[in-house]
């Protein structure tokens, strides 16, 4: 079989870490209902608020915010993508914005920390300076999921919320072999109102790739974010969408698919 269940998380994160933890830990376990061979959950999941505290919040890999999730991991034997936390670097005023892959024994299996930094000013809208808070990545990562989907290489490109506004990174993941695309994200309302899907199934279409986006809700640190997680096929449809508020959104995904869509539009970088 080339089927792959996938389930996204959606959340509405706050500055109290220990509840945003417990909270997500809640949402995987009723995630694994639908036995999927991967659960995804958003950008900053562990934490929304201050600077301070996002600052006070990071930890070192494995630390407090991924070991609740490694248990998870093996309790349900399926893969976890955390889809982001604040992880130290070498600057104490900057951390990381890093997303953390967890495989079936609860391992770390690969990590992203996020290249492309929200600075942006919005008309009626959010004003930021994600770069004066975090230290940019400077790799890209596709991850294998071993043991999810049988005669099939699964292949997962990972990226965080603004970088989905580069397609070039896109690319890059698909030449090095990506089916699935992951967009963990904390998209602001102003944006995500008219950008969100646009992006996620332009991404979609563009590499013939099935597109996983688990997004937050509600408003974090003082702004309204989207969130309509969702999950795209590699034609640009929507095959499963999230309503407003926390929850889980499921759907199969047939891997065969990104076979057929790139031999009928061949527009994917060689390998």
């Not at 008219?194 to 937050?216: K, M, S, T, Y």
């Amino acid at each position: 079989m080339s089927r792959l269940t996938v389930a996204l998380i959606q959340l509405a994160a706050d500055s109290d870490v220990a509840a945003n933890l417990d909270r997500a830990a809640e949402l995987v376990h009723k995630a694994g209902d639908s036995k999927p061979g991967l659960i995804a959950l958003p950008e900053m999941f562990q934490y929304r608020g201050p600077l301070a505290g996002f600052r006070e919040s990071a930890s070192t890999l494995p630390g407090p915010a991924t070991e609740p999730f490694a248990e998870l991991a093996r309790s349900l034997n399926t893969w976890i993508l955390l889809g982001s936390l604040a992880e130290r670097s070498t600057d104490p005023l900057r951390p990381f914005n890093t997303s953390v892959l967890l495989d079936p024994a609860g391992q770390i299996s690969a990590v992203y920390r996020k290249r492309h930094l929200f600075d942006a000013t919005i008309d009626d809208g959010p004003s930021d300076r994600e770069s004066a808070r975090i230290t940019p990545g400077d790799s890209s990562v596709v991850a294998v999921l071993e043991g999810v989907a049988q005669e099939v290489d699964v292949r997962l490109g990972l990226s965080i919320c603004f970088d989905l506004r580069f397609p070039e990174l896109y690319r890059e993941l698909t030449a090095a072999g990506a089916v699935v695309l992951a967009v963990p994200a904390n998209f602001t309302e102003a944006t995500g109102r008219d950008h969100w899907e646009v992006l996620l199934r332009a991404r979609a279409i563009e590499n013939g790739a099935f597109v996983i986006a688990p997004a937050q809700c509600g408003t974090g640190a003082g702004v309204l974010t989207h969130g309509r997680s969702m999950i795209v096929d590699p034609w640009g449809i929507v095959l499963a969408q999230a309503p407003d508020g926390p929850g889980v959104v499921v759907a199969d995904i047939d891997l065969e698919r990104v076979v057929a869509v790139r031999r009928q539009l061949p527009t994917q970088p060689a390998r």
